[in-house]
């Protein structure tokens, strides 16, 4: 029996999973393990949900739409242990939902914010032992490339600085109902631990990150003018002639170091 009767929401960015081979790829992929907290962001019509439920016997879901909550728990009955948090996902502490331990993510993301939740997640990284996202193909591009790649962007500094990204499998758009107009793909985040990031000043580097992809035709020199001079940059064995597109993570990191040691301390 069928409890989801709401059609899909195009203001939320719904596209429900359907394709069986999809699902089970995906839970293959997570292979939860007893003692496993596993949080789904976005469990829709519980497509992986009860799969997952199934096959680890508790799962915390986060669901926005307050028309999927009933038929969510009526699913799960019998099932597993189910608990749904009815709220925003960008405004869900996941710090403070791991408590004491940390925390597994899954998720098909909908696709309108997924940047903002990746973003989001990334504040709480030490709280999550891992991540597998379903997003928009083109979005798990920019996420893994390296530099010199037309798509290398804020989203994948951001992104390498704190955690491994790991390209799993392409998804078309036949496996949801109703079928979104770009391909998908599914990514597992791995986040490193802090020792082995080594940022100094997350803020900074944020803000560093973000200014020196703000015109991507700008050389360094002219688009992080604001937090330093050439000079500065040439101290910190950078190319003030380099644009952002070219530079490593770890050259990013190296910068914002620099940069931050220079602070006056008050």
Known sequence: MNRFTAPPKKN???????????????VLAVDPQ??????EIGPG????????????????????????????????????DLTIIHKDVLKVDFGKLAGESRIRLVGNLPYNISTPILFHVLEHADAIIDMHFMLQKEVVERMASAPGSKVYGRLSVMLQAVCRV????????????????????????????AVEIGIADPVFFEALVRDAFGQRRKTLRNSVQAHCTAETILAAGLRPEARAEQLEV?????????????????
């Open 45 to 80: 019509q519980g497509a992986l949900t009860l799969p997952l439920l199934r096959k680890h016997g508790a799962l915390t879901v986060i669901e926005f739409d307050r028309d999927l909550i009933t038929p969510l728990m009526e699913s799960a009955e019998g099932v597993g």
């Open 34 to 39: 007893p003692g496993d907290m596993l949080v």
């Open 12 to 26: 939320l960015g719904q596209h429900f999973l359907h394709e069986r081979g999809v699902i089970e790829k995906i």
């Open 166 to 193: 790991v390209t799993l499998f392409d998804v078309a758009p036949g496996a949801f109902r109703p079928p979104p107009k770009v391909d998908s793909a599914v990514v597992r985040l791995l986040p490193k631990p």
């Open 250 to 266: 770890a050259e990013f990191i190296a910068l914002a170091n620099f940069l931050a040691a220079q602070q006056p301390v008050h």
